[in-house]
């Protein structure tokens, strides 16, 4: 009798702890107010480190759906809609990096989170680049699909080119803004389901916000890898190898960092190819911990 109730006691106990795992990996989904704007987020899990994803132009924090759910059991997971993106409100008419590097940082002071990497996608890369100016509480960053020009910086001509897609995008926003994204953004071999995905979120895009965003992107004042050289965190980046990262200006950063590259995967490998994008990230944060260990 008494080994059947310490049986019972065991099982109890390993059914609460079980229970305890899922309700922390239970996404709730809130909203900031801050800066004139309201910020849409989703929130999951617990641990040492924060992980803080921000979405690149045109699409919403669902792209990182996958993300959420296989990391929240280890880690904090926040996600974010953009101001002017899925179902955020921007209400203050600016859409530039440095507003947005602010909501971020709004959303870290909010939720309290310590020893947070963040992972911007796209467009995120340069908005988390600039969060991270002068904040200790960052510990690391991860770039999708961004970071391959960082020498580059905006002379007449880039600023020219800039302008003039920005003016042929708007002569019909949802037709031009679908045929950039088939032509350039996604692998002929992505998943038609994912495609669909991404075709109908850039056809549907607000070009109130999606414009404004874009022209901000391309008038960044600074070169990225200025930027990278302020920081004294690592930086990993998850790439498609349909274009290259410049490695060599992420050398002259002093920056420790590392480049996993990603073959058939488009613009957006965490929804095109996930299980690989995640098998990488995995990686990277585990390196992180053993750093700040």
């Keep these: 009798m008494k080994q059947l109730s310490s049986l019972l006691v065991i099982g109890i106990l390993m059914t609460s702890c079980q229970s305890n795992k899922e309700a922390l990996r239970e996404i ?8 004139q704007s309201k910020i849409n987020y989703s929130t999951c899990g617990e641990g040492e480190i924060a992980l803080l994803f921000v979405h690149g132009w045109n699409i919403d924090k669902s792209y990182w759906d996958v993300q959420q759910s296989k990391f929240c059991k280890d880690y904090q997971v926040v996600t974010m809609d953009l101001p002017g993106f899925g179902k955020s409100i921007n209400t203050r008419g600016v859409y530039s990096i440095d507003a947005y590097a602010n909501d971020v940082k709004e959303l870290i002071n909010h939720l309290d989170l310590k020893k947070v990497v963040l992972i911007g996608h796209s467009m995120g890369g340069r908005i988390v680049l600039e969060a991270a100016q002068n904040n200790g509480e960052i510990v690391a960053l991860v770039g999708v699909d ?27 926003f949802a037709i031009n803004a679908v045929s950039y994204a088939d032509q350039y953004l996604i692998h002929p071999k992505t998943d038609s389901i994912v495609r669909n995905r991404i075709v109908n979120d850039y056809q549907t895009a607000d070009p109130k916000a999606s414009v404004p965003a874009i022209l901000t992107y391309f008038n960044y004042p600074y070169t990225e890898q200025e930027r ?25 950063t002093a920056l420790t960092y590392k480049v996993f590259e990603m073959s058939k995967t488009g613009h957006f490998p965490m929804v095109e190819q996930p299980e690989l994008f995640n098998q990488y990230l995995t990686e990277a944060l585990l390196e992180i911990k053993s750093i700040k260990e």
């Design 28 to 35: 709730t989904n809130e909203a900031l107010i801050t800066n």
């Design 146 to 172: 961004n970071y391959k020009e960082v020498r580059q910086r905006l002379t007449e001509k880039l600023q020219a080119e800039a302008h003039g897609f920005v003016e042929w995008l708007q002569t019909d």
């Design 228 to 252: 990278l050289s302020n920081l004294d965190v690592p930086l990993y980046i998850i790439s498609s190898d349909m274009s290259p990262v410049d490695t060599i200006g992420l050398r002259n």
